[in-house]
């Protein structure tokens, strides 16, 4: 997947790509992949990439962001992130790539999974078509909690057009067997992302985007605990979801 923040910095500073392999004592092929490949430099020298142009290194490769290991905690908390905007899309994408049983989508719009990955859906469709459950519910627009929350954040009435946004992406996958859609209207307190056993929550503060919000990876124990806790939630919401048609 392509660095566009990368592309884009390099762009606008005037860098090629001999430029900045110069300036990094790397070879200009390494530059090229980690523009249009996304490849992930070693720390050393993306710190030295970063300072060349200006940027911060973690707003150029996210992946460098270690998550801090969980400790002391429940054991099926895996990682704890600060916000979302560390996690890599290549997290979202390849959670659902390994699910074989079940995928559990619930969101406001999280539209930035169809921006930064294009082929979401056809993802989505092929663990669909060998035999994976896939739910995704989506807030619906009109919905008075929908409405506050984007007024809560500041988003005004973004918020509205963003889950009209996400309602017309996967609206696409309506008529593949094992795919189901629905709309909801509740107070989102948490984004849940699941994948079998695993789980991304995004949680969710007061007047905070979600991209600034911290972000929890779950593993599920046969035990139950948390992970079953946020999947009865979802259960909940998914019960009171209106259906979207095909």
Known sequence: MPN???????TAGGWTHAGLAEATG???KSVERWVN???VPRRATAL??????KEDVHALWPALRQARAARGVSSELLALYEQRADLPVSMFVDLFAAARRQIDV????????HEAYPGLNDLLRKRAT???????AIGEADSPNVQQRGKEEKFGHGIESRCRLALMHYRQLTDIPGIELRTHGTT???SLYRADDQMLVNTHAWGVNAYRAPVWHLRRNRGGGMFDVYADSFSATWDTATPVER
């Open 4 to 10: 566009e923040r990368l592309r884009a910095t390099m």
């Open 26 to 28: 790397v070879d200009p």
């Open 37 to 39: 490949l996304g490849r």
């Open 48 to 53: 030295k990439a970063a300072e060349t142009l």
């Open 106 to 113: 619930l969101v406001y719009a999280a539209v930035f999974l």
């Open 130 to 136: 060998e035999g994976c459950a896939v739910r995704i």
């Open 188 to 190: 989102l307190y948490n």
